[in-house]
């Protein structure tokens, strides 16, 4: 006996719950959560289900495969860790929230290590008795120091996610295609607002009387990947905008551990630069 999470995404048509339903149930599987969704603008299906019994994941995807429309994207997953890697500069709000979390067990996943183009954060990391990495761009430009991490990188093995924790460096196009909806980053504004540096200063100046965090995957457009998460606090005129920043701190932590554990638990499906989150 054993669980799984199955993952499609198909074309629209009619018959397809029964459809998959039906091979679940020739499988002798038990069916113990499951979510679907149909985007009828774009006519695509979701669906995510949790099934138990004796499986062989192979058989049960060639089986979903021929049944279901051709194109159809299915995955058979058995709930394991995942492997991730954190890059961050300097500020250690997110990066010590999901240490911490780590810590606890509240995240399914191997910590391989942490990398930061300064070395600040490196006694913050060494507690936790996770590997710190300093890759220093001093000298380098943007492809030369990117070489140098993903050379790093090349190293680890079968990373899942790459967990951006207040890096504040924009990835190349080399780089975000290495690892394709792979890259999640927290940006600290409320997305499609306030893109780019400092916006904190900048919903200050606009007289905001909300701000937030955004978790998104990285794409070649600054900010503009696909959000995962994203939750805002209340402000008033009162605030500057450095208390913008430090009220915003505790959002953005909670946010990115938030679609970081989605991710873990492959609740995301990516599609149109969107996401459905189940």
Do not use: C
Request: proline residues 3%; hydrophobic residues 40%; glycine residues 4%.
């Amino acid at each position: 006996m054993g669980q799984f999470r199955v993952l499609i995404d198909a074309n629209d048509e009619k018959g397809l719950v029964y459809k998959i339903s039906t091979i679940f149930y020739e499988y002798g599987l038990n069916i113990l959560s499951n979510n679907e969704f149909v985007d009828k603008i774009n006519g695509k299906f979701f669906m995510r289900s949790v099934v138990e019994g004796d499986i062989d994941a192979n058989n049960l995807k060639k089986s979903l495969t021929n049944l279901l429309p051709i194109s159809s994207n299915i995955d058979v997953i058995k709930p394991a860790k995942k492997n991730i890697v954190i890059m961050a500069t300097k500020e250690m709000h997110a990066l010590g929230d999901i240490l911490i979390r780590h810590e606890a067990g509240e995240l399914d996943a191997n910590v391989l290590g942490v990398i930061s183009n300064y070395s600040e954060l490196e006694s913050l990391v060494n507690k936790f008795d996770i590997p710190f990495m300093t890759i220093s761009h001093v000298d380098l430009n943007r492809d030369e120091h990117e070489e140098k991490i993903l050379d790093y990188l090349s190293t680890l093995k079968d990373i899942d996610y790459i967990v951006l924790a207040k890096y504040m460096r924009i990835l190349t196009p080399k780089f975000v295609e290495a690892y394709k909806d792979k890259i999640i980053n927290i940006h600290h504004s409320f997305l499609p607002a306030f893109i780019g540096a400092n916006p904190y200063k900048q919903a200050y100046e606009r007289g905001v009387k909300i701000i937030g965090a955004t978790a998104h995957f990285v794409n070649n457009n600054l900010d503009e990947g696909p959000i995962i998460s994203q939750e805002v606090i209340h402000v008033d005129h009162a605030y500057s905008w450095r208390d913008m920043q430090q009220s915003g701190r505790n959002v953005e932590k909670i946010v990115l551990s938030h679609a970081l554990k989605l991710a873990l638990e492959d609740r995301i499906f990516v599609y149109a630069n969107k996401s459905v989150i189940f």
